[in-house]
């Protein structure tokens, strides 16, 4: 089993910062690739970014050249969404997943989620 914790979020005003942590725990050496999700009210949970294991990286469009995402793979897994130039339409749940190798199957395993609010 996979726990995935994330930290980070919180209020800001448009066209700032903030940086997501999202800590992994458990049986690290049967994940795969990460990415953070979000959910904004009454929408849809969508991908904002994802990062394979070697560290090749993919962004939703209304996210490229704004936000990034790194990966840490070492004794304590960690991954990381810089968010700059955020937007009021950002504002949103995020949420680390985590694609982890469970009986030679793919399963999907995600944290709690972390609040983004951007104010206008």
């Given at each position: 089993?996979?726990?995935?914790?994330?930290?980070?979020?919180?209020?800001?005003?448009?066209?700032?910062?903030?940086?997501?942590?999202?800590?992994?725990?458990?049986?690290?050496?049967?994940?795969?690739?990460?990415?953070?999700?979000?959910?904004?009210?009454?929408?849809?949970r969508e991908l904002v970014a994802a990062i394979t294991r070697?560290?090749?990286?993919?962004?939703?469009?209304?996210?490229?050249?704004?936000?990034?995402?790194?990966?840490?793979?070492?004794?304590?897994?960690?991954?990381?969404?810089?968010?700059?130039?955020?937007?009021?339409?950002?504002?949103?749940?995020?949420y680390c997943a985590a694609d982890v190798v469970v009986r030679?199957?793919y399963q999907r395993s995600w944290g709690q989620g972390t609040?983004?609010?951007?104010?206008?």
């Open positions: 089993q996979v726990q995935l914790v994330e930290s980070g979020g919180g209020l800001v005003q448009a066209g700032g910062s903030l940086r997501l942590a999202c800590a992994a725990s458990g049986d690290l050496i049967n994940i795969n690739d990460m990415g953070w999700y979000r959910q904004g009210r009454g929408k849809q070697g560290g090749n990286t993919n962004y939703a469009d209304s996210v490229k050249g704004r936000f990034a995402i790194t990966r840490n793979n070492a004794k304590n897994l960690t991954m990381d969404l810089q968010m700059n130039s955020l937007k009021p339409e950002d504002t949103a749940a995020y030679g199957r609040q983004v609010t951007v104010s206008s």
